[in-house]
Each structure stands twice: as C-alpha cells, then as structure tokens.
C-alpha cells in the first residue's frame, strides 16, 4: 500500500480550518452513527418482539410496522450516509484512481464532490421545505396510530443536510490542496485496511 504524503511545512490557517470543520463534522456524524445503530437495534427488538407475541399469544404489536417503516429503517441507514462518505465506505471503482498522481487524484475527486454538491443541496433544501410543511399542516399517517409525516421526513431531510456539509468540506479541501499542491489541507481519500480479508467478505 503507497504511503500518503505528506506536506513537511506547518499546517496553514486552511489546514487547521480543514481540521476544525473536519473535527465538527466528525463529531456530528458519530452521533448519527450512534442513532443508526440504535435504529437497527430497535428494528430487531421491534420484530422480534412482534414475532413472538403474534405466534405464542395471538396479539401482535399493530405499530411495529409504521414505526419500521416510517422511521428506524430511514433513521438506520440515511443518518450514517455522510459518515460512511468520510470513511471511504461507499462502492466505488479505484483500479484507474489508483494509476493517477496524487494531485489528480485530489483534483478530480475535489471537482466530483463539488459537482455533486448542488444535486445533494437541492434534495436537502426540498425535504427541508417538506419537512416544515407536514409539520405545520399537521400531517399523520391514517391507521390505527396516527403517527406523525413530518418526523420521517425530518430524518432524511437531516442526514442529507449532513451529507452536504461533508460533501462541501471534502470537495472545497481537495480542490484547494490539488490547485495549491498542499497535500496537508486534502481529506484522505482512502484509510489503512488493519484486516485485507475484510475486504473479500
């Protein structure tokens, strides 16, 4: 594996802006990350719980299913979007990323993100809108349990908010570190394997 470079000179006020807004963002998507995991977890109680009742006592939970639906299974995988763009974890194709120079590289993955940042901006904004809408016109899911629109909109109208941040701060810093050839402000692209194996699973 080719060692990342380097740049020998003090961190800029760009480098320690990148660090600060990496920092920040970091923090943020730990929580996300925290609610995901508490979405999936909820899921397999949720389920199990309703599997048990509906097949021993002949009395299913009747919100099981809105609640999965609406909420934890948005909740359990939209919030770790922006999380898993900052760990590489996304399916992408290094065979040709991996034969370009270093600056290249940042160059157009830089452009990428930032050709990508209206598109993921306009989807935000609009679920924001949505989101704001359901919530004053009091929309609720006709059942049993009405169950309140607006909350499932708000989960996704939020991690794409996030996802955008991220996805302006990896493609402002890429941009800048490949036009400036200041590696010190580029967000890695990539992150060391501990277990190679992983990757065949």
């Not at 979405?39 to 609640?67: C, E, K, Q, W």
């Amino acid at each position: 594996m080719p060692t990342p470079q380097t740049d020998p000179s003090p961190p800029s006020v760009l480098a320690r802006a990148s660090d600060l807004v990496d920092r920040a963002l970091s923090a943020v998507e730990k929580g996300t990350l925290a609610l995901a995991v508490l979405a999936l977890f909820g899921i397999m109680v949720l389920i199990f719980i309703d599997g048990v009742l509906r097949y021993v006592a002949n009395s299913p939970l009747t919100f099981v299913v809105d609640v999965v639906v609406l909420y934890l299974i948005s909740a359990g995988f939209l919030l770790v979007l922006s999380y898993t763009l900052r760990h590489n974890g996304h399916i992408h194709v290094e065979v040709f990323a991996d034969m370009m120079p270093k600056r290249l590289q940042r160059l157009l993955s830089g452009l990428a993100y930032l050709g990508a940042a209206p598109v993921v901006g306009i989807m935000a904004i609009e679920m924001i809108h949505l989101t704001l809408e359901s919530y004053v016109q009091g929309e609720v899911l006709i059942g049993l349990y009405p169950m309140p629109l607006w909350l499932s909109k708000a989960i996704v109208a939020f991690s794409l908010a996030v996802l955008e941040l991220r996805i302006l701060h990896m493609g402002i810093f890429n941009t800048l570190s490949a036009l400036t050839n200041r590696p010190r402000l580029a967000i890695r692209m990539s992150l060391p394997i501990d277990n190679p194996e992983e990757e065949m699973v």
